[in-house]
């Protein structure tokens, strides 16, 4: 038992020490005493099961890795997950904030245009409530170029693909419907079924890449 006390905490006196902790530091994490914490390393106890589940989970190891010595270089393996899994973490958050970002933009820009006195005269008759239309497929398109960009997934593109050529055809057609300054209105609709053999070559495109 003691042998298995010395081991365990050797295992969290390193872990601890490879992330720049102090024992006061770990305690906080994991919610026990830094007496506790103490001990555990000098090997005068053991932790129970639930509290090295615990512990595991907050390093990022197994209940094994911690019941088994270890050397440095897997300590310091450990240590070097830890970071790329930050890294990694906060590369993706960042990205999502920069797609966010550029969404947003998008509706700016509609807003921009709805209450701009240049482009919003309704005593001529000029009503670009569609800019908002407009704004849904040029927020997919800006979606599409980040996630191919920055994810590289291609289900996610083509998902997006698909719905942007049904909203850039819908926003040909409200336009063209309700966009007239003089009021007179053209039903267009009939430019939906161009969406049938685009949304065919989407598909048949996603699925040619599958294998190249």
């Known amino acids: 038992m003691n042998n298995l006390a010395a081991t365990i905490g050797k295992n969290i006196a390193s872990l601890r020490k490879a992330k720049g902790m ?11 005493s830094d007496k506790s914490i103490s001990k555990w390393e000098l090997g005068y106890s053991a932790p129970s099961i639930d509290i090295l589940m615990d512990i595991a989970h907050f390093f990022g190891v197994s209940v094994d ?22 890294e990694e973490n906060n590369r993706a958050i960042s990205q999502a904030i920069m797609l966010a970002m550029s969404m947003t933009f998008c ?10 006195p240049f482009f919003f005269d309704p005593a001529n008759g000029k009503l670009v409530w569609q800019a908002f239309i407009w704004m849904i497929p040029a927020s997919l398109l800006v979606a599409i170029i980040e996630v ?22 819908i926003a040909f057609a409200v ?13 267009v609709w009939f430019i939906l079924a161009v969406g049938a053999p ?11 890449r599958r294998f190249h």
Request: contains cysteine; charged residues 15%; aromatic residues 14%.
């Open 22 to 32: 102090t024992q006061q530091d770990l305690a906080e994490e994991i919610h026990y």
């Open 65 to 86: 890795y911690l019941l088994r010595e270890q050397t440095d270089a897997s300590i310091l393996e450990v240590a070097e997950n830890e970071e790329a899994k930050k």
């Open 107 to 116: 509706v700016l820009v509609a807003v921009c245009i709805f209450f701009s």
């Open 148 to 169: 191919q960009y920055f994810y590289h997934n291609r289900l996610a593109r083509t998902v997006l693909a698909s719905v942007f050529i049904w909203a850039l055809l």
């Open 175 to 187: 336009q063209f419907a309700y966009g007239n300054p003089q009021g007179q209105q053209e039903s």
């Open 198 to 208: 685009l949304q065919v070559i989407v598909i048949l495109y996603h699925n040619y």
